[in-house]
């Protein structure tokens, strides 16, 4: 397994490849679900806590529209684009400040879900590989 964190000039977006629709047939939607609110409990108590809600029912909303997300790369049913519309995910991230030190973090809390994850090591890679590289294009900031 390679959780190794790509470095990127700021301002790059790197060509994405989207994650092996595999990854949610083993998985399942409830199971992305659960790694998702797991991952944001772990930012909760990261060093870049600030950026996400405090309010549980606030955190409630965040984890769902992440997981709508993450179902719908995954080739599952289009929960984001019926619940927020087109993602443009750059785009809703630029209210936040978010450097290459916030990514590093934020990737390394989903190193931490993903390790404890019981499933084949090409699917963990493939959505790896994805966050690694699609987490970059939301690096608004250079410090
Ligand atoms: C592969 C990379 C990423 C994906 C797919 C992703 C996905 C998402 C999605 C779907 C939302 C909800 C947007 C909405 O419905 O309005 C969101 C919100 C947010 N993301 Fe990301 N994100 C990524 C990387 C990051 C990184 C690197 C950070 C910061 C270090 C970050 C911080 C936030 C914050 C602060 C919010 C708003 C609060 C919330 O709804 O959680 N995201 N992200």
């Keep these: 397994m390679d959780f190794s964190i790509n470095q990127y000039e700021f301002g790059q977006r790197p060509a994405v490849t989207i994650p092996s629709p595999e990854f949610l047939k083993i998985l399942t939607e409830e199971g992305i679900r659960k790694m998702v609110s797991d991952h944001y409990d772990l930012l909760s108590k990261s060093e870049i806590k600030h950026l996400f809600p405090r309010i549980d029912e ?8 992440s997981s709508d997300f993450f179902i719908q790369i995954c080739g599952g049913h289009p929960y ?21 030190e916030a990514r590093e973090v934020w990737l390394k809390c989903y190193i931490q879900i993903l390790s404890n994850l019981d499933l084949q090591e090409e699917l963990l890679q493939s959505f790896w590989n994805y966050l690694n590289v699609f987490s970059f294009w939301m690096v608004n900031s250079k410090k």
């Design 58 to 65: 606030q955190l409630d909303k965040a984890k769902q529209r």
């Design 80 to 100: 984001f684009n019926e619940n927020r519309g087109k993602p443009m995910l750059a785009k809703r991230h630029a209210p936040f400040t978010i450097t290459s």
